[in-house]
């Protein structure tokens, strides 16, 4: 298992959030990597997958613009010296950059942990891939919203099924070059693809796969597809996902998914760790609403804003509510 995902399990197991937020207190002050970057280096995707807000059609119209290329020594500079993580692609689309190598090789060159990229995989041609690799991709996450031809097809407009099955016989390929090279799955679960999961190793078992994320459906505005209930799932949980985690276990795949009593959780997460810890970088925003990319660093903002004392602060305060969206924990089994 990968540093960041023995992270991930550490971090369920210490369950008290302020020993946590101590933690990232004591790191920050020491100078030490601690947070995540997630950067999404194009505001626009190829697909208009049905649970998805591409699929809004106003949603859509806000979703515009690119970083430059000047801006990667820039965010360089700024960020990835203290970043444990570089995700490139959270909502939208990368392979659409035109810089991906440049960008994964700065972060290789500044010691970036753990560099991952999540795609749809349905523009990439194998060179494209193998390329990626070989600059240091750390990890590529493939969207996926069905296990069967018709259901893949169905609920992600614009892909193909024989594309995403050749991208994973190629991925299957660059692992026997790059044996730490990790390939993951992002399986988006709603109550009409929930029972082919039973499929899953029978259709996907030739190929190659590390980690399977089970991520139940949430509401990301007026979609195409909009039944978001998760009792469904709930219901049939002993039934598919019980059965789903011995199979990963059996097969040496890292599954990460919510815990059955999740799914009954109404109220809201405490969102103090991931406020701390999530950097979100896009076109024209960098962090903070007041960071200017520019002209300043972590360090030089942190101390602009007094960062080290609003995070051990944050260690007395109260629990801070998420807004609409519910956040589940993901059990790394
Ligand atoms: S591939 Fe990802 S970003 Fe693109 S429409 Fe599908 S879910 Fe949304």
């Known amino acids: 298992m990968s540093t960041v995902y023995s992270f991930l399990k550490l971090n369920h197991y210490i369950r008290s959030i302020r020993v946590k937020l101590f933690g990232i207190w004591m790191l920050h002050c020491m100078g030490r990597r601690y947070f995540g970057l997630f950067l999404d280096p194009v505001l626009a995707c190829n697909l208009r997958c049905r649970m998805c807000y591409f699929s809004d059609k106003n949603k859509r119209k806000n979703m515009k613009g690119a970083l430059k290329e000047t801006d990667l020594p820039l965010l360089a500079r700024a960020f990835f010296h203290r970043a444990l993580k570089l995700q490139i692609g959270c909502g939208a689309e990368p392979s659409l950059f035109r810089h991906n190598r440049k960008l994964i090789e700065m972060a290789k060159s500044c010691r970036v942990p753990y560099i991952s990229m999540t795609t749809n995989g349905n523009l990439f041609s194998r060179a494209d891939i193998h390329e990626l690799v070989a600059a240091g991709l750390d990890e590529i996450t493939l969207s996926l919203h069905g296990v069967r031809r018709k259901t893949y097809e169905y ?12 991208t994973m016989e190629c991925l299957t390929e660059i692992k ?4 730490s090279f990790k390939v993951r799955l992002n399986y988006t679960v709603n109550q009409d693809n929930l029972m082919e999961l039973q499929d899953l190793f029978s259709i996907l078992g030739q190929y190659k796969f590390d980690i399977l994320q089970i991520r139940p459906i949430q509401q990301m ?5 909009c039944n978001f209930s998760w009792n469904v799932i709930y219901d049939a949980y002993d039934r598919i996902l019980e059965p789903l985690k011995i199979n990963c276990r059996r097969q040496g795949i890292t599954l990460l998914m919510p815990e059955k009593e999740d799914f009954l959780k109404t109220e809201n997460k405490d969102t103090r760790i991931v406020d701390a810890t999530y950097f979100y970088v896009r076109q024209g925003y960098f962090w903070q609403d007041d ?11 942190a101390h602009r804003k007094h960062l080290s004392w609003r995070l051990l602060k944050s260690v007395f305060s109260k629990p801070a509510k998420a807004g609409e969206k519910r956040h589940l924990n993901y059990k790394v089994n």
């Open 155 to 166: 609920f992600m407009p614009g892909a193909s099924f024989d594309k995403f099955l050749s």
């Open 221 to 225: 505005g007026d979609t195409n597809y």
């Open 291 to 301: 960071f200017d990319l520019n002209t300043e660093t972590y360090e030089s903002y």
């Open 176 to 179: 026997s070059g790059f044996p």
